[in-house]
């Protein structure tokens, strides 16, 4: 299984961006994917997820209602959207997979890519 993530860059507070996690050797529509993140120095903070099977999806407090995540199932591609981002969110996302998972919140992961760098400064 490998997980590549892309779509991290520079934004000024209150801004957008869209990352994209393209899977091979896994499975869409059988399993969960979630979005990881993570600062120097702090442990890691589950963000969001989504059951690729039903589409289900689930947010942390700290994002829900700014984030939004989705999966193209043909594409083998899971999506986060972040909308009205803050100085404060953790700079560093990494794609995650569950095997036949449900997704959930804050599942065990299975599979990891190798993380995107969003940083939020004006």
């Known amino acids: 299984v490998q997980l590549v993530e892309s779509g991290g860059g520079m934004v000024q507070p209150g801004g957008s961006l869209r990352l994209s996690c393209a899977a091979s050797?896994?499975?869409?529509?059988?399993?969960?994917m979630g979005w990881v993140r993570q600062a120097p120095g702090k442990g890691p903070e589950w963000v969001s997820g989504i059951n690729t099977g039903t589409g289900s999806t689930y947010y942390a407090d700290s994002v829900k209602g700014r984030f939004t995540i989705s999966r193209d199932n043909a594409k083998n591609t899971l999506y986060l959207q972040m909308n009205s981002l803050k100085s404060e969110d953790r700079p560093l996302y990494y794609c995650?997979?569950?095997?036949?998972?449900?997704?959930?919140?804050?599942?065990?992961?299975?599979?990891w890519g190798q993380g995107t760098q969003v940083t939020v400064s004006s």
């Open positions: 995650a997979g569950q095997m036949g998972g449900g997704g959930g919140f804050a599942p065990q992961y299975d599979y």
């Open positions: 050797g896994f499975t869409f529509g059988s399993g969960g």
